[in-house]
T-cell receptor
Framework: KAGVTQTPRYLIKTRGQQVTLSCSPI?????VSWYQQTPGQGLQFLFE???????NKGNFPGRFSGRQFSNSRSEMNVSTLELGDSALYLC?????????????FGPGTRLTVL | KQEVTQIPAALSVPEGENLVLNCSFT??????LQWFRQDPGKGLTSLLL?????REQTSGRLNASLDKSSGRSTLYIAASQPGDSATYLC???????????FGGGTRLMVKP
């Protein structure tokens, strides 16, 4: 079974631009969550999507948004990029059936904002 | 608000030692706790999942325990190897869907 995949793996953008990251969950998994990892703040939850609906949202500004498609693939978008958005963005998938199941992470997208 | 703490932040041991990593959480109302490993610049690899009704889980040289009432979990690594060098993270799931709240991690170095 293929694992969680994320594209692209690396991105370099400049301040003010916008970016879209993609995550394909493990086949059969319906829940996708996004996390931001920085040296200063560690791993922080962005949002979770389940069956195309946002189920939970972390404490991030509205510049961070996401969506999920009918095939469970998810995208997150960051508009008006700031230097502080430079981070490793990770997505995780779980079956979502009955909740509280093991979560599996992708390799991440390294975003650098110049 | 749930807070997760991992002690120590860094640990260096000689190869072959048995070691214990600690994780504590402030809100005992969790549904499960998961231990992960992260190699530099990489994603997270799931090691063990403990449901709230369980006391421990084992996988190979790894054993994780959970004491929900005291808000603690430990990850025991037997006969450590240089390949075990990585950052180990614990995370808990509470009552907000599948949201994981992470600790800051323990950076482990196993010296040959």
């Amino acid at each position: 079974k293929a694992g969680v995949t994320q594209t692209p793996r690396y991105l370099i953008k400049t301040r003010g631009q916008q970016v879209t990251l993609s995550c394909s969950p493990i086949s059969g998994h319906r829940s996708v969550s996004w996390y931001q990892q920085t040296p200063g703040q560690g791993l922080q939850f962005l949002f979770e999507y389940f069956s195309e609906t946002q189920r939970n949202k972390g404490n991030f500004p509205g510049r961070f948004s996401g969506r999920q498609f009918s095939n469970s693939r998810s995208e997150m978008n960051v508009s008006t990029l700031e230097l502080g958005d430079s981070a490793l963005y990770l997505c995780a998938s779980t079956s979502g059936q009955g909740d509280y199941n093991e979560q599996f992470f992708g390799p991440g997208t390294r975003l650098t904002v110049l | 608000k749930q807070e997760v703490t991992q002690i120590p932040a860094a640990l260096s041991v000689p190869e072959g030692e048995n070691l214990v990593l600690n994780c504590s959480f402030t809100d005992s109302a969790i549904y499960n706790l998961q231990w992960f490993r992260q190699d530099p610049g990489k994603g997270l690899t799931s090691l063990l999942l403990i449901q709230s009704s369980q006391r421990e889980q084992t996988s190979g040289r790894l054993n994780a325990s959970l004491d929900k009432s005291s808000g603690r979990s430990t990850l025991y690594i037997a006969a450590s190897q240089p390949g075990d060098s990585a950052t180990y993270l614990c995370a808990v799931v509470g009552n907000a869907g599948n949201m994981l709240t992470f600790g800051g991690g323990t950076r482990l170095m196993v010296k040959p």
